[in-house]
């Protein structure tokens, strides 16, 4: 398996550059060809309406919508062209109210190898950009990989450390982050507080690491103490200890609205991320 489609989301003409840069120079080292979609948000909740009114504040919005599209649209243009003039890519612009986000962005991504978001939380960022990373990892069950905003080049990781906690969805990321581990020098299988009555008790990550191994994977096994609050914690501080270039993990082992309201592991790594994270669910 090979990433061959790469598909990112541009949801405003002044993050265009930012956003496609890295992303363009990911699928250039992959020789992968690049789906770009830019976005057209209608953000209008109207509640109620005075006769006749209604139809006047809809159409507004959507001719909003449809100027914001477009302006997105050559903006990343303009970004492709800067960032890969020789490169395959494609450019699709669409117009789509809040509620109806992760149908469209789901078709979109549904038929990618792997998706590259910038991240979805922290300062500036609209609601629509945690609607755009649930949609392609919920919807289209497509892999992941979100991009901090302090990574202007993204190329193919040396070093990545996978987050491993033995569930369903650390099982699927590893799986789809295959390209990346096998082209990798090391691999390093993080497993904190493993379970002493777990099924991987008497060697924690001993079969992950035997699969990989199988797959040509230069993998290793850190077990690590939870000594910080947080697992998102525990495992930056892993990727800044041995200099990793990659965090791979499942997403969002409990409910959406759970992790939103009590926070979890993936929420914290998507604020505090260091490194592109692949997650896949």
Partial sequence: MSYKTLTTVVTSAEEAQATIAPVARLADALDAHLDVLALGVDRTQVGYAYIGGGSVILQAALDQAEAEAR???????????????????AVESAVAQLGALSD?????????????LPPPYGKGKSSEAEAVVEAALFESQAPVL????????????????????????????????????????????????????????????????????RHGVKAEVSVLART???????????????????????????????????????RNMLEHAEVPVLMAH
């Avoid at 469209?104 to 549904?110: F, N, T």
Wanted: glycine share 6%; aromatic share 6%.
């Fill in 71 to 89: 302006a997105t649209e050559a903006a990343a243009r303009a970004a492709l062209e800067e960032y890969s003039a020789d490169q395959r890519w």
């Fill in 104 to 116: 469209l962005v789901s078709l979109k991504a549904r038929f990618s190898d792997l998706v590259v």
């Fill in 146 to 213: 979100v991009l901090p905003e302090t990574v202007r080049e993204v190329a193919m990781p040396q070093r990545v450390v996978i987050g491993w906690n033995q569930s369903r969805e650390a099982m699927v990321a590893v799986r789809r982050a295959l390209p990346f581990l096998k082209g990798a020098q090391m691999v390093n299988i993080a497993i904190i507080d493993p379970p002493q009555h777990g099924p991987e008790r008497s060697d924690p990550g001993g079969a992950l690491c035997q699969m990989l191994v």
């Fill in 228 to 266: 910080m609050p947080r697992i998102s914690d525990v495992l930056n501080r892993h990727v800044r200890d041995i200099d990793a270039e990659m965090l791979v993990m499942g997403a969002y082992g409990h409910s959406r609205f759970r992790e939103a309201i009590l926070g979890g592991a993936t």
